[in-house]
């Protein structure tokens, strides 16, 4: 089975400082890696995906995340928040090989980046 | 636009109604999920299918749900004898490639 986890519910962070919303994840096989972002009443958009290759990811908005298998953690980062950042992270994972077409999303981290 | 469409947008029906919600997904993909979320939740896997065919429904899926995508186009989701616990924002997404799935803006259901 498949899981993910982001143990924040919500972070806050200054407009200009860098941000880090933490995602680890569980998997039998290999994992394939996902940020999506809500913002308020809007549907979910996808930020960025690991596959396979380099560990780090850029994606959009300025946005990129760091894979790291050991820790079993797909951290997203910014270096530098705008206060139009703010919105619902979501990570997800979907195992490769597994015979399964859906994702598996975590609960998801508000980020609030204040003025 | 030529984004994915959901209708109705909002739906509010008594316990023991069937409702029924349709999804026009981006043309060229092959590829349509339909998820359900519910507040303070990530979106939960309900079933897939590529092109027509349904290739995976979720486990947890009640059998009072069921979902069509007749001629792998537009897919309906429809759930019979609607329950208060059915109350949620169903979410249905299309995409070409594994995973980089691409929203609609939902349908949001409330049964009184």
């Known amino acids: 089975a498949q899981s993910v986890a982001q143990p924040e519910d919500q972070v806050n962070v200054a407009e200009g400082n860098p941000l880090t919303v933490k995602c680890t994840y569980s998997?039998?096989?290999?994992?394939?890696l996902f940020w999506y972002v809500q913002y308020p009443n809007r549907g979910l958009q996808f930020l960025l995906k690991y596959i396979t290759g380099d560990n780090l990811v850029k994606g959009s908005y300025g946005f990129e995340a760091e894979f790291n298998k050991s820790q079993t953690s797909f951290h997203l980062k910014k270096p530098s928040a705008l206060v139009s950042d703010s919105a619902l992270y979501f990570c997800?994972?979907?195992?490769?090989?597994?015979?399964?077409?859906?994702?598996?999303f975590g609960k998801g981290t508000k980020l609030s980046v204040i003025p | 636009d030529t984004g994915v469409s959901q209708d109705p947008r909002h739906k509010i029906t008594k316990r023991g109604q069937n409702v029924t919600f349709r999804c026009d997904p981006i043309s060229e993909h092959n590829r349509l999920y339909w998820y359900r979320q519910t507040l303070g939740q990530g979106p939960e896997f309900l079933t897939y299918f590529q092109n027509e065919a349904q290739l995976e429904k979720s486990r947890l899926l009640s059998d009072r749900f069921s979902a069509e995508r007749p001629k792998g186009s537009f897919s309906t989701l429809e759930i019979q004898r609607t329950e208060q616990g059915d109350s949620a924002m169903y979410l249905c997404?299309?995409?070409?490639?594994?995973?980089?799935?691409?929203f609609g803006e939902g349908s949001r259901l409330t049964v009184l």
């Open positions: 998997v039998s096989g290999n994992p394939y």
């Open positions: 997800a994972v979907k195992e490769t090989g597994a015979g399964s077409y859906q994702l598996t």
């Open positions: 997404a299309s995409s070409l490639a594994a995973g980089e799935l691409f």
